[in-house]
C-alpha cells in the first residue's frame, strides 16, 4: 500500500470570544489573520502561522452546529471552562524563547519548559478559549 498527498489543512479550535482569541493568535503567538466572517460571537476566524499559507486552525463558536442539542451544548461550555475541550500541539525551534514570549503576553501558564521521559522538550499554556496548547521543540 503506497501513502496519499495528503496534508493537515485546517483545524478547529473553539472560541468563547473572538476578540480575545483573536489578540492572544494574533497579538501574543504572531499568527497572520487570514479570514474573519461573522458577527458578535458568532465568528469564524481563520489564522496560521506566517509563511506557512497551508496550515490553518479556525477559531469558530463551538456549538454553532444545528444538530447540537441543548445537553451538549452546555457540556461544551463546561469543557471550556475546565481547558478539557480543544487542544493543539505547536512546534518551534526556541521553546525557551516561545515561553518567554508568551509569557510576556500573559497567557495562562500551565507548564514551565521542561524535558520530558519521552524525549521532547516542551510547555503548555491556555488560550482565552481554554484550549491547552502544548509547544514542543524541534529537534
Known amino acids: 500500500m503506497t501513502g496519499m498527498d495528503i496534508t493537515i489543512h485546517t483545524t478547529f479550535l473553539p472560541h468563547d470570544d473572538p476578540d480575545a482569541s483573536l489578540a492572544f493568535w494574533r497579538d501574543v503567538l504572531g499568527f497572520e489573520v487570514r479570514n474573519d466572517v461573522g458577527s458578535g460571537k458568532m465568528r469564524w476566524i481563520t489564522v496560521g502561522p506566517v509563511g506557512q499559507p497551508g496550515t490553518s486552525i479556525l477559531l469558530g463558536p463551538p456549538a454553532a452546529d444545528p444538530g447540537i442539542?441543548?445537553?451538549?451544548?452546555?457540556?461544551i461550555v463546561e469543557m471550556m471552562a475546565k481547558g478539557t475541550y480543544g487542544w493543539i500541539?505547536?512546534?518551534t525551534a526556541d521553546v525557551d524563547g516561545a515561553f518567554e514570549r508568551l509569557a510576556a503576553g500573559h497567557?495562562?501558564?500551565v507548564q514551565e519548559p521542561t524535558d520530558q521521559p519521552y524525549g521532547v522538550r516542551d510547555c503548555a499554556f491556555r488560550d482565552p478559549a481554554g484550549n491547552l496548547i502544548r509547544v514542543q521543540?524541534?529537534?
Not at 69 to 75: N, P
Open 89 to 91: 500541539v505547536l512546534a
Open 137 to 139: 521543540e524541534l529537534r
Open 69 to 75: 442539542t441543548e445537553d451538549e451544548r452546555r457540556t
Open 107 to 109: 497567557a495562562e501558564v
